[in-house]
T-cell receptor, first 115, second 114 residues
């Protein structure tokens, strides 16, 4: 298994531009999570899906952020318009089933820089 | 609400010495606790977890962690540190209710000197 795949690995964009981050979870994992990592705030949960349905998006910082999961093998996190304070590493993770004793498998992350 | 506290931003230890990375948590119900490690420019890797049973949990790379319910703590330990253990360590918690997500601490940077 190739693991959780995120693209791009690095993204540099100008303030005001739209940014789309992509994630392919492990096949068979029906939970998908988006986290954001910054020095100041550590690892924050943004949103998570179960069977392609958003379960909790209370961590999404504001309306400029949106996430979708159109099918079991693909999710996007979009920022429009982007701002310098959105600069961070964005991680996607997946896990099988709803059993709390399962750990998560993380992707390698997307490092976003907004200038 | 769930929360995790890692009181130390950085822990410094000499190679061969024991190490401890501290973690305390708050969760409704019984906790499921995890430790993850992150090497530079990489994603998080699972180290170990506590679900139930023995309070001392053994994980990858010689790490272990001790669950203490009365102190709501889950400290990460290793008897003899290696330089290659230098990394960022995250403690995480979730409740035993299905459908809840892992909540992470801010992370502790472990630096092992030779």
């Amino acid at each position: 298994d190739a693991g959780v795949i995120q693209s791009p690995r690095h993204e540099v964009t100008e303030m005001g531009q739209e940014v789309t981050l992509r994630c392919k979870p492990i096949s068979g994992h029906d939970y998908l999570f988006w986290y954001r990592q910054t020095m100041m705030r550590g690892l924050e949960l943004l949103i998570y899906f179960n069977n392609n349905v958003p379960i909790d998006d209370s961590g999404m910082p504001e309306d400029r952020f949106s996430a979708k999961m159109p099918n079991a093998s693909f999710s996007t996190l979009k920022i429009q318009p982007s701002e310098p304070r959105d600069s961070a590493v964005y991680f996607c993770a997946s896990t099988p089933g709803g059993r709390p004793n399962y750990g998560y498998t993380f992707g390698s992350g997307t490092r976003l820089t907004v200038v | 609400a769930q929360s995790v506290a890692q009181p130390e931003d950085q822990v410094n230890v000499a190679e061969g010495n024991p190490l401890t990375v501290k973690c305390t948590y708050s969760v409704s119900g019984n906790p499921y606790l995890f430790w993850y490690v992150q090497y530079p420019n990489r994603g998080l890797q699972f180290l170990l977890k506590y679900i139930t049973g023995d309070n001392l949990v053994k994980g990858s790379y010689g790490f272990e962690a001790e669950f203490n319910k009365s102190q709501t703590s889950f400290h990460l330990k290793k008897p003899s540190a290696l330089v290659s253990d230098s990394a960022l360590y995250f403690c995480a918690v979730r409740s035993n209710q299905a459908g809840t997500a892992l909540i992470f601490g801010k992370g502790t940077t472990l630096s092992v000197s030779s």
